[in-house]
């Protein structure tokens, strides 16, 4: 039996539909970021695919489809923004005999809209479930749908196949823990993963990256945890038993982390680079509903204090912001220049955008304000798909390509890297005393 797994990225890794962003993403080509990596969640499910069955692994950014190569089972799965490419792949493959399998975010989310596509629908976490997919495939009676009934336990989840991997990607990624305890309105992990927050063994990550190793050279680490570091001795344990291993990683968190400056140091000297922060707005009146007990808004009055720590122990940071909440102005759009500006971070700038799956999606679908005319290809963070109080989707885009337009310019990143050698030089300065 032949599996292709097929991850359905854009050609282009940040991609937008609307002439705003295209034009500054046009002159700015050579400062924006690459989010170039294989798909984790791809190679984890493969991994749970019987050794005697083959298996190909098709990366949209590094290899083109052969409709006309033979397979049994093609899997799917992405984000809602390619769902759309997902299902003319599905329906090519389908046409020509091929069993479709899809999995993923969207698919978890909107199972009866991806049923109408493939034949079976993975919903929720695989690890328990797409064994017995294939099982029952095996045996001619898949199913039409398959549900994950509890959050598996990651810490049996197998090594990842980074051995299918075959082009060269500018990152690998690996996972440390599932879930997210704050679950803001706008993010789709608490939805799939729930609140409660998992981890894997220490061991077993530190297993994952020297798998890694042994197959890639080198290779820049992204710990795609939604938030890694929030259980505090598991990120104490596990960030002491990297240093051995000297690799170079960023991860993703939020701002909490910048008060732990003894954590910050070890992160350091583990070879922690960058640290990927959803700060989202600087004015807390804005965000003051996104979560409950108003957790995102309460962390704004500390965000300056938070990259300052983490840059003076050598590391980058890299926010996410969000412009589009309901109060949102144009004051509030210069408030996050100036932030990123006054402190010399990079950052990605995105237009709010109603995932489904997530609260924000229902209370946007309720009150009317989602555009029909804008199909699952838009919600690429960068169009706007929504209407708002004080901006038409035009003037929205407008406002967030002004934004990628100042920061990524040769005069700002000149600033990211006069407080890197600051940092360097402060760090060495640690190290030789
Ligand atoms: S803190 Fe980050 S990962 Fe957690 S729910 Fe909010 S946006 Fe999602």
Avoid at 136 to 151: F, T
Avoid at 249 to 257: E, F, G, K, M, R
Avoid at 371 to 380: D, F, G, M, Q
Wanted: aromatic share 12%.
């Amino acid at each position: 039996m032949k599996i292709g797994f097929i991850e359905p990225v854009y050609k282009d890794s940040l991609t937008a539909f609307n002439r705003h962003i295209k034009a500054v993403f046009k002159k700015r080509r050579k400062y924006l970021p690459v989010w170039n990596n294989p798909d984790l969640g791809i190679l984890t499910v493969a991994a749970l695919v019987p050794g005697n069955l083959q298996i190909k692994y098709i990366h949209l950014l590094m290899d083109e489809i052969d409709y006309s190569e033979r397979f049994d089972i093609i899997a799917l799965g992405g984000m809602t923004g390619r769902a759309d490419d997902i299902y003319s792949i599905a329906q090519r493959f389908k046409q020509k005999g091929n069993y479709i399998v899809m999995g993923g975010i969207h698919a978890s989310v909107l199972p009866d809209e991806a049923k109408e596509y493939v034949d079976t629908v993975i919903v929720g976490e695989a690890e328990e479930i797409f064994p017995r997919f294939i099982e029952d495939y095996s045996n001619n009676r898949p199913k039409p749908y398959y549900y994950s009934k509890r959050e598996v336990d990651i810490s049996k989840s197998p090594i990842p196949r980074f051995d299918l991997i075959e082009a060269k990607y500018q990152n690998y990624p690996i996972q440390t823990t599932r879930g997210c305890p704050h679950n803001c309105n706008f993010c789709s992990t608490t939805r799939i993963y729930g609140k409660k927050y998992r981890h894997k063994q220490v061991e077993q990550v530190i297993e994952e990256i020297k798998f890694l190793k042994s197959l890639k050279a080198n290779p820049f680490i992204i710990f795609v945890d939604d938030n890694m570091f929030v259980n505090k001795s598991f990120s104490y344990d596990l960030i002491e038993k990297l240093i051995p291993l000297d690799i170079k990683w960023q991860a993703l968190t939020d701002a909490s982390i910048g008060k732990d400056k003894e954590l910050l140091n070890l992160m350091h000297k583990a070879g922690c680079k960058e640290l990927f922060i959803g700060f989202e707005s600087m004015t807390p009146g804005n965000i003051f509903n996104i979560n409950e007990f108003h957790w995102k808004s309460r962390q704004v009055k500390n965000y300056q204090a938070a990259v300052k720590n983490i840059q003076d122990n050598g590391m980058r940071v890299f926010g996410a912001f969000i412009l589009g909440f309901d109060k949102d102005t144009k004051e509030d759009f210069r408030s996050i220049e100036d932030f990123v500006i006054k402190n010399k971070i990079l950052g990605q700038f995105a237009i709010l955008t109603p995932l489904p799956g997530t609260e924000l999606y229902d209370e946007f679908k309720k009150s009317g304000r989602i555009l029909k005319n804008k199909s699952w290809k838009y919600y690429t963070f960068l169009d706007c798909v929504i209407t708002h109080p004080n901006f038409t989707a035009d003037k929205l885009e407008k406002e967030v390509s002004e934004l990628w337009r100042v920061t990524y310019s040769q005069e700002h990143f000149a600033r990211v890297l006069s407080r890197l050698i600051e940092a360097y030089k402060k760090t060495h300065q640690k190290i030789d005393q």
